[in-house]
């Protein structure tokens, strides 16, 4: 019995405790984070430099064209690749073209409010389309079905399904491996009725050139490096910059977002050091299929 009651003792004070520190959060963001980094953890228990955890699924939606849903941590990223054919431009015949976009439905976070498209969100896709087309992941000739009449049009679309920071490099890592598990029908051009004919039962795989992978870090009042952040960091953060390689390691881009600086040329090498280490770590599991 007495053992039940100091059970039952400890059970509640730990509850208040709990809501102590929630209230304190919520009141005190910026302290409360001071607070973990002069122990050196974070408020998740992660390392400063350490990122979440990935997760990779392929091919679950069975009418796209290819798809994954991508974790990393409690981000959630699902892309499907949807392919249409159309006539390509006139200074370029032979190319096709990638249309990336992501979403961030108010659905996923209390911080997206409902209506068109976030200018966040419109960023975002800008950023991924030049991480697209710095890495050049594709050969967009490979795109071609027949020269200045018919090429392929890849719309690549990421939907945050649950935001808890980072999306950038959740949506990276989910429309590369949608795009990596994508099979296009093979297309056949007839000149005589200016028609495209699709095979029903033959596909090709995409001929991916490069698979970049990107991975942030937040600059914590000038002092502080703090790898893959999450929502609640990210409101605190001076400054984000964001490091893409390809999957054999070389640098596509370093980019800052954000009026903070980023200290010195230091960082900056620190944060591409760690990527490339990371890289190496979840290569095989990103790039498996």
């Known amino acids: 019995m007495a053992a039940a009651v100091a059970s039952s003792s400890t059970s509640t004070s730990q509850q208040t405790d709990t809501l102590k520190a929630a209230t304190f959060q919520r009141l005190h963001p910026r302290i409360y984070l001071e607070r973990f980094l002069a122990e050196s953890v974070r408020p998740d228990g992660r390392a400063l430099e350490q990122a979440r955890d990935i997760t990779v699924n392929v091919g679950s939606i069975t009418t796209a064209d290819g798809s994954s849903l991508v974790r990393l941590g409690d981000t959630t990223i699902v892309c499907g690749v949807k392919a249409e054919i159309a006539e390509p431009e006139l200074?370029?015949?032979?190319?096709?073209?990638?249309?990336?976009?992501?979403?961030?439905?108010?659905?996923?976070?209390?911080?997206?409010?409902?209506?068109?498209?976030?200018?966040?969100?419109?960023?975002?896709?800008?950023?991924?389309?030049?991480?697209?087309?710095?890495?050049?992941?594709?050969?967009?000739?490979?795109?071609?079905?027949?020269?200045?009449?018919?090429?392929?049009?890849?719309?690549?679309?990421?939907?945050?399904?649950?935001?808890?920071?980072?999306?950038?490099?959740?949506?990276?890592?989910?429309?590369?491996?949608?795009?990596?598990?994508t099979h296009l029908p093979k297309a056949t051009y007839d000149e005589d009725t200016g028609l495209t004919v699709c095979s029903r039962r033959e596909r090709i795989p995409l001929q991916i050139n490069a698979s970049p992978l990107s991975m942030s870090f937040g600059i914590f009042e000038s002092t502080h490096l703090l790898a893959d952040p999450t929502s609640f960091e990210e409101p605190l953060l001076d400054t984000t910059v964001t490091v893409v390689l390809t999957d054999k390691g070389e640098l596509v881009s370093a980019t800052q977002v954000g009026l903070g600086g980023t200290g010195s040329q230091d960082v900056l090498m620190s944060c591409i050091g760690i990527a490339k280490r990371r890289l190496a770590e979840v290569r095989p599991q990103i790039y498996r299929s």
């Open 91 to 181: 200074d370029s015949p032979n190319e096709g073209y990638i249309v990336p976009n992501l979403d961030l439905p108010a659905i996923c976070s209390p911080r997206f409010k409902p209506g068109p498209p976030s200018e966040e969100a419109q960023v975002l896709s800008d950023r991924l389309n030049e991480a697209f087309l710095a890495s050049k992941i594709i050969d967009l000739s490979s795109l071609c079905i027949h020269s200045g009449k018919a090429v392929w049009v890849l719309y690549v679309d990421a939907t945050c399904i649950n935001y808890d920071g980072n999306a950038f490099d959740a949506a990276l890592i989910a429309l590369v491996a949608a795009l990596r598990n």
